[in-house]
Nanobody
């Protein structure tokens, strides 16, 4: 069974950058897509970015709250390290949330799924706070 540990969150000023890591254990993640979601207090958990199993397909969410992340965030994966990254730049206060990673429930899927119910094995999350 896969387990994920997210790290890299913290307090950053508006306009700053952070790099989140999602490290998997239990088995390799080379056969499954991985996505990042975020959840702010009082809001639903929403899809932020995802990468399919071989890195050939990447997608970014149409954020329901806050500014779009496309162009500010970059998702990538290193299967040799069993790790997925989320590099975030030009951060805004509305990016403040707990960020989670999770694995696609269907191995070898070519597409990146945006719906929460497509994912299993959620990590505990890492807090990102953007504030001056």
């Amino acid at each position: 069974q896969l387990q994920f540990v997210e790290s890299g969150g913290g307090l950053v000023q508006p306009g700053g950058s952070l790099r989140l890591s999602c490290v998997a254990s239990g088995r390799t993640v080379g056969s499954v897509g991985i996505a990042w979601f975020r959840q702010a207090p009082g809001k639903d958990r929403e899809f932020v970015a995802g990468v399919n199993w071989n890195g050939g397909n990447i997608d970014y969410g149409d954020m329901y709250w806050g500014d779009p992340v496309r162009g500010r965030y970059t998702v990538s994966r290193d299967n040799a390290k069993n790790t997925v990254f989320l590099e975030m730049s030009k951060l805004k206060q509305e990016d403040t949330a707990v960020y989670y990673c999770a694995a696609d429930s269907r191995p070898w899927r070519a597409a990146v799924m945006r719906t929460r119910d497509a994912y299993i094995y959620w990590g505990q999350g890492t807090q990102v706070t953007v504030s001056s």
